[in-house]
T-cell receptor
Framework: DTGVSQDPRHKITKRGQNVTFRCDPI?????LYWYRQTLGQGPEFLTY????????KSRLLSDRFSAERPKGSFSTLEIQRTEQGDSAMYLC??????????????FGEGSRLTVL | AQKVTQAQTEISVVEKEDVTLDCVYE???????LFWYKQPPSGELVFLIR??????QNEISGRYSWNFQKSTSSFNFTITASQVVDSAVYFC?????????????FGAGTRLFVKA
């Protein structure tokens, strides 16, 4: 069983460009989460999916951000018209919550975004 | 509103010393879950423990132990006989059941340095 994988691991882009990150969760995990982590801070919740349904979005997720999870498998996080303040580590996590309310999160290694 | 406070930003110890990482949380929910995660220099967050609000028994796992006290809203983590490999950032986290348990809130983390 492979863990959560994220791609790309690093992305450097110029301000105003669009970027897309991909996350492949642990197979059969029904929940998938996106978090953002900046230097010296803990992960901040962005959004989550239960299967293919996006059930919650943080206020941190401006209209430049969009996430999808087609068919309830992998997920993509797109940031349009990037700004320097978007520079951060974008973390994906998955969990198996069948049979219980709260399962632990399994994190990927993250996608580091640098906006010049 | 849920909140997690880790007042210790950095702790430095010498190998074989015991060290306690503090965590204080705030929640209005009566059913909630507390977690500790470890983020080593490689970057990937790793789950260490989950406790639910109805189980105040302390837990020991090898050199790790956790002290959960609802009266003081604290969930402290002790490493006994610390080792260099324990050097990492440790995050305490909280998830409320009334939100479906999907939104895990993290503290800012405590960076632990263990010197040989």
């Amino acid at each position: 069983d492979t863990g959560v994988s994220q791609d790309p691991r690093h992305k450097i882009t110029k301000r105003g460009q669009n970027v897309t990150f991909r996350c492949d969760p642990i197979s059969e995990h029904n929940r998938l989460y996106w978090y953002r982590q900046t230097l010296g801070q803990g992960p901040e919740f962005l959004t989550y999916f239960q299967n293919e349904a996006q059930l919650e979005k943080s206020r941190l997720l401006s209209d430049r951000f969009s996430a999808e999870r087609p068919k309830g498998s992998f997920s993509t996080l797109e940031i349009q018209r990037t700004e320097q303040g978007d520079s951060a580590m974008y973390l994906c996590a998955s969990s198996d919550n069948r049979g219980q309310i709260v399962g632990e999160l399994f994190f990927g290694e993250g996608s580091r975004l640098t906006v010049l | 509103a849920q909140k997690v406070t880790q007042a210790q930003t950095e702790i430095s110890v010498v190998e074989k010393e015991d060290v306690t990482l503090d965590c204080v949380y705030e929640t209005r929910d009566t059913t909630y879950y507390l977690f500790w995660y470890k983020q080593p220099p490689s970057g990937e967050l790793v789950f260490l423990i989950r406790r639910n609000s109805f189980d105040e028994q302390n837990e020991i796992s090898g050199r790790y132990s956790w002290n959960f006290q609802k009266s003081t809203s604290s969930f402290n983590f002790t490493i006994t006989a610390s080792q260099v490999v324990d050097s990492a950032v440790y995050f305490c986290a909280l998830s409320e059941a009334n939100t479906g348990g999907f939104k895990t809130i993290f503290g800012a983390g405590t960076r632990l340095f263990v010197k040989a």
